[in-house]
């Protein structure tokens, strides 16, 4: 009809403004269908607000940035050294592109209030759950974040991947669909936040160069060496609970040998540079 009325000629504005439609429309037939009342959300929300821990929150948030940053500077680099054509449209390949102020306060909406609620109710509240209680939480943490990875194909999809492991551990520990809502919501306004800062308004693209490269890959390992070390923390710190989560579901998750296989990861680093430092 839109196409139609408008005889072909579609802006980028009215893209941003169907897409925001479909994302309204999504949120209301997901409320309908997990008949949202009153009492019920305020249930959840005296419960986000009495388990919330600030403290762990601001940390997810930074070493998820990290990831998110570091994982995009290294997946350029890497597509720059395939081909630098091939690099530049992945680093301007956008679903949703922001032209103007209209544009950005469209995407904003999705980005920060819509796509939290939405993905969460499917990703973690709906697919992770079932997949965790048909097979086993771990299956459940990983096929769930490959498909949540997957929908949000992009630079940063790495990073998107890992946000999607934190929110299922969130989800099991605190089971409030809440706070991982509400880590995607503090995710998306650092995201929008970025663009200000970095990318702003306007029809221009980013060429990349070989010197930008040398900046690209030092910063995303350095970033994604950060992040990932959090990261493996908190998986570390909440094994108990995805643990209990898989005996409620009278499931078996072997966490404690993935730990040791990491802790004999780490071993071996540190013995490889005990011999690196004799050696010099």
């Known amino acids: 009809i839109v196409i139609a009325l408008k005889k072909g000629d579609i802006s980028n504005t009215d893209t ?28 959840l929300y005296l419960d986000f ?13 930074l070493f998820i940035a990290c990831l998110q940053i570091g994982s995009n500077n ?19 390949d956008s679903s949703m592109v922001i032209h103007t ?17 939405t993905e969460e109710i499917i990703f973690r ?8 209680k048909q097979f086993n939480v771990y299956i459940g943490l990983i096929v769930s974040s490959i498909i949540f990875c ?17 929110n299922c551990v969130l989800y099991v ?26 990318d702003g308004f306007g029809t221009q693209t980013i060429i990349l160069t070989s010197r930008d490269m040398i900046f690209y890959a030092v910063s995303g390992i350095i970033l994604f060496a950060i992040g990932i070390a959090f990261f493996i923390k908190f998986i570390r710190e909440n094994k108990d609970i995805i ?4 005996k409620k579901k009278h499931m078996e998750v072997n966490i404690d040998e993935l730990i040791s296989v990491d802790e004999k990861r780490l071993a071996i680093l540190s013995r490889v540079e005990f011999l690196r430092g004799e050696q010099n």
């Open 125 to 132: 509240n709906t697919i992770f759950k079932r997949l965790a």
């Open 243 to 246: 643990k209990e989560g898989a």
């Open 16 to 43: 941003n403004i169907l897409s925001l439609i479909v994302e309204i429309l999504l949120a209301f037939m997901m409320a309908f269908k997990l008949k949202l009342t009153k009492e019920n959300v305020k249930r």
């Open 101 to 117: 102020i209209t544009d950005y306060l469209i995407v904003f909406i999705m980005v920060v209030f819509l796509a939290p609620f």
């Open 150 to 166: 997957s929908v949000n194909f992009g630079t940063q999809m790495v990073g998107i991947f890992l946000l999607g492991i934190v």
């Open 74 to 92: 290294i997946l350029v680099d890497l597509a720059y050294l395939i081909s630098p054509e091939f690099a530049n449209w992945f680093a301007n």
């Open 49 to 61: 607000r009495e388990n919330i821990n600030i403290k762990e929150t601001i940390w997810i948030i």
């Open 173 to 198: 520990k605190y089971e409030n669909i809440l706070i991982p809502m509400f880590i995607y919501f503090l995710d998306g306004i650092i995201g929008m936040i970025f663009i200000v800062l970095f």
